[in-house]
């Protein structure tokens, strides 16, 4: 282990965690506004309960995602401090505007929002609620954009007497075609990802509720519970699966994208080493991950590498050994392909992973058509279930879109074992992967038992002295509302 | 004022901002459970700051981009070279936020305490290191021509860092007492009021201390000299307020005198950015700047976006303006509810 594997280590670490709550943050900040203005339409005390319940699980994401997220602003001076002089003039720019333009936002009006439940007037409380999915969707934009410009360099120069790289149009930078469609791609992750978790936490009380019916003992408390969440159950399906059948499509013209600008990824994630035309799909295959080797493929799909590679029928996809020649002459001698397994697999679990969520949401739309969506055990069972899948499938799009990269760290540009830092080295790398390792999995699990918790506890009541719709509020008693 | 200049001002306005805002709620952090001895004490302690902690976190978030944009030499060779100190005050950070918002879900004694303890802990140190890491600035570090440190990571605690450090925890405790008599009423403000009589004096002495260090070891100009008192006369006047005056003046003394200590850190620092113990590889202003295409393009994004975070987040403290209540959230409400429950309303969950 050289400072460079731990420094990667790290930041993959780092940033896949970061991930797990980003998209649950997002998606549930759409939902839970949603929610509110159902609630603002109604005036009812049933959605504002509802409201408040899934905000809770909101700030708990919006906690851990907040505090590792303060890592990812710091970590590229930490130990890609070379990484920092070389690209900072494009690559912190759009950082410097995402702490100005969504964090703010996001963090000011998520406060206002929840201490306000009761002192606000209630279109300000509504436009409070709004605030913080644009924050959220805003923030985003900005990373989103800077790392696109690692995958694709545009809109900059090199500056000849520095040899730093320098920013010549911002217009370009988020007219990246890498980042349009990846920016498309992280929204649909977040609004399916927040559909999902509706869906799952609704569905494990909807299940509840059906399993004391069918023993002969209905119980009213149980029954409340289903009764509230029965309406974001249904929409968090809904949302999951047109978010999903959307994906399909994006992820398609991503595909594209890779081929156009970064050949060895999508090479790399079919673990294909020939060029070849058309090229086929295998479900899944054994061996084959190293050069030389004869992969054993399990069922193969003729033309579909070409058409998600190519989106036509007989393109041609250049091979890994190829890809590397090419490079080897263009760039100097190297290795040039990435990790083939994790490309390969993580294409899989993400791919798969949409395919089951697509076909888990066509099952409860059938089930909704045939009114038997509360009583079937075993569609609630599996929904309830599904709340991991998202995970799993975010973890695996991270490390195709970034290990694909290497050895780059900016395409083209930079290698990433030279974007690390000169002071140091791997002993304090150790000690801060130690901080991040108990920390992270502390919080990580500290989290997880949380929002199960809170979950599962269901639909509480209203806080103490909320009031009633349209009253203006009233500061000596505001201070009495707004309670940690 | 050419760009880089412009961008130097502004990230040491955000890293005061930073001290000021933030600064009260690492108070109530760590003082949080000094102040409250019950729970429903703890938790109005901390419904002081509730709301407003986690956007006044962005204020540290901000600079450290910007820095990474306008300045990414100094960027680098800053958070490299202070490698463990930032990491320090990053786990100190995490651990803080996270404890305000599980602590609230906390069920069980045994639970709270934990929360208390970590969330108490974590409130000290988060100043205590970003403080090492602002002292460091001016201090004088073995940098090579590369920007990057040598000497160990051992160089990175200076003695000079290690006094802003202390001078800024101690600052922060004072202006978190200060803040709490602010925005508390009852058993709480009134432990908070005597605290922050003991805690203004240690916190002047040190004010007066790092002046003293300061002018003698770094020999600043009139202008840096001047930063350096004014923080010293707000705490002064603060340390004399706090018997008596009001509890708004005092804190508008507090925050000068928290505010003032960071200002003049970097008012002294200028035209550097990084202080090398050899002149040479000091890094400078001019010789970090990004391009002025890069400059300018985010000159135009925050003279737009800026004056509208001031605008809401001003808005956000002017909503909270009252006193918290002593009572738990989860006692009886004191308010008659007139709300138009067509359901009818549960009696209140044990949670």
């Not at chain 2, 490299?80 to 651990?95: D, E």
């Not at chain 2, 040598?150 to 990175?156: E, L, Q, R, S, Y």
């Not at chain 2, 002046?211 to 350096?228: I, M, N, Y």
Request: aromatic share 10%.
């Amino acid at each position: 282990m050289d400072q460079l594997d731990l420094a990667r280590i790290q930041f993959a670490t780092t940033s896949i965690y970061h991930f797990l709550f980003v998209p649950v943050t997002m998606g549930l900040a759409v939902c839970v506004a949603v929610l509110h203005t159902h609630w603002y339409r109604t005036g009812r005390a049933e959605p504002a309960r509802v409201t408040r319940f899934f905000g809770g699980l909101l700030l708990l994401s919006v906690a851990v995602g907040a505090a590792s997220g303060l890592v990812q602003e710091f970590q590229f001076g930490l130990n890609w401090s070379r990484y920092s002089v070389f690209v900072g003039d494009v690559f912190g720019a759009p950082l410097a505007m995402e702490g100005l333009a969504a964090f703010f936002l996001e963090a000011t009006f998520l406060g206002l929002w929840w201490f306000g439940w009761s002192v606000l007037p209630r279109r300000v409380h509504l436009f409070t609620a709004w605030m913080i999915p644009l924050g959220a969707m805003l923030s985003a934009v900005f990373i989103m954009a800077a790392n696109s410009w690692m995958q694709h360099p545009v809109g900059y120069e090199i500056n000849p007497v520095t040899g730093r790289a320098q920013l010549t149009s911002v217009v370009d930078l988020f007219a990246n075609r890498i980042f349009v469609w990846g920016y498309l791609h992280v929204v649909l992750v977040a609004l399916s990802f927040g559909g999902t978790v509706l869906l799952a936490v609704g569905a494990w009380h909807l299940r509840r509720a059906a399993r004391a019916r069918r023993a002969g003992t209905p119980d009213p408390a149980l029954d409340e519970q289903a009764r509230l969440l029965r309406g974001s159950t249904k929409g968090g399906l809904w949302l999951m699966l047109v978010a999903t059948v959307l994906q399909f499509q994006v992820g398609g013209q991503l595909g594209i994208n890779e081929t156009t600008f970064q050949p060895m990824k999508i090479a790399a994630a079919e673990a294909n080493w020939d060029t070849c035309s058309p090229c086929s799909f295998s479900v899944l295959q054994i061996g084959g991950f190293d050069s030389g080797e004869t992969p054993v493929k399990i069922i193969e799909v003729p033309h579909l590498l070409s058409l998600l590679a190519t989106g036509s029928w007989d393109g041609q996809v250049q091979g890994l050994a190829q890809l590397d020649e090419q490079y080897n002459q263009q760039y100097g001698p190297g290795d040039y392909v990435p990790n083939v397994v994790i490309q390969y697999f993580s294409m899989r679990v993400m791919a798969y992973g949409a395919g089951g969520l697509a076909m888990l949401g066509l099952w409860g739309a059938f089930l909704l058509w045939r009114r038997r969506f509360d009583d079937s055990r075993l569609f609630l069972w599996v929904s309830s279930w599904v709340v991991i899948a998202p995970f799993a499938m975010a973890t695996a799009g991270w490390l195709l879109t970034e290990s694909g990269r290497q050895p780059w760290l900016v395409q083209g540009l930079l290698l990433t074992k030279d974007g690390l830092s000169g002071s140091g080295g791997a002993g304090q790398i150790v000690v801060s992967l130690l901080i991040v390792g108990v920390l992270y999995a502390t919080i990580g699990i500290t989290a997880a038992v949380l929002m199960i918790r809170h979950a599962r506890r269901g639909v509480g009541p209203l806080p103490p002295d909320d009031q009633s719709p349209g009253d203006r509020p009233t500061t000596r008693a505001a201070g009495a509302a707004a309670t940690y | 004022m050419d760009l880089p200049t412009v961008w130097f001002v502004l990230i040491a306005v955000l890293w005061t901002g930073f001290f000021v805002l933030e600064g009260f709620d690492f108070g109530v952090g760590a003082l949080h459970a000094v102040v409250g001895r019950t729970d429903a004490e703890r938790r109005s302690a901390l419904s002081a700051i509730g709301p407003w902690w986690d956007g006044n976190e962005v204020w540290l978030v901000v600079p450290v981009a910007g820095t990474f944009a306008a300045f990414p030499p100094w960027y680098g060779a800053w958070l490299s070279g202070q490698y463990l100190v930032f990491w320090g005050g990053l786990a100190a950070l995490i651990v803080r936020g996270v404890a305000l918002e599980f602590g609230r879900h906390a069920d069980g004694a045994a639970a709270r305490r934990v929360w208390t303890v970590l969330l108490s802990v974590a409130s000290l140190l988060a100043p205590a290191f970003l403080g090492l890491a602002l002292g460091d600035l001016v201090a004088g570090l073995p940098l090579d021509g590369a920007g990057d440190l040598v000497g160990g990571a051992g160089a990175a605690f200076t003695p000079y860092g290690l006094l802003v450090a202390a001078t800024l925890t101690m600052l922060c405790l004072a202006h978190g007492a200060t803040f709490l008599t602010l925005r508390t009423t009852g058993t709480v403000e009134g432990r908070a009021s005597t605290l922050r009589r003991r805690l203004l004096l240690p916190a002047t002495t040190l004010v007066v201390l790092l002046a003293v260090v300061t002018v003698v070891a770094h020999r600043p100009g009139a202008v840096a000299t001047v930063a350096v008192l004014v923080p010293v006369a707000a705490a002064v006047v603060a340390t004399l307020w706090s018997g008596g005056a009001s509890a708004g003046r005092t804190f508008a003394a507090s925050a000068v005198a928290i505010g003032g200590t960071v200002a003049a850190i970097f008012v002294g620092l200028f035209p550097n950015v990084l202080v090398s113990t050899d002149p040479a590889t000091t890094l400078t202003v001019a010789g970090t700047a990004a391009s002025p295409y890069a400059l300018q393009v985010m000159s135009i994004t925050t003279a737009v976006l800026l004056p509208i975070v001031l605008a809401y987040q001003a808005w956000g403290f002017w909503v909270f303006r009252a006193r918290v209540s002593g009572s738990s959230p989860d006692g009886p409400s004191t308010k008659a509810s007139a709300a138009a429950d067509s359901a009818g309303r549960p009696s209140p969950d044990p949670r």
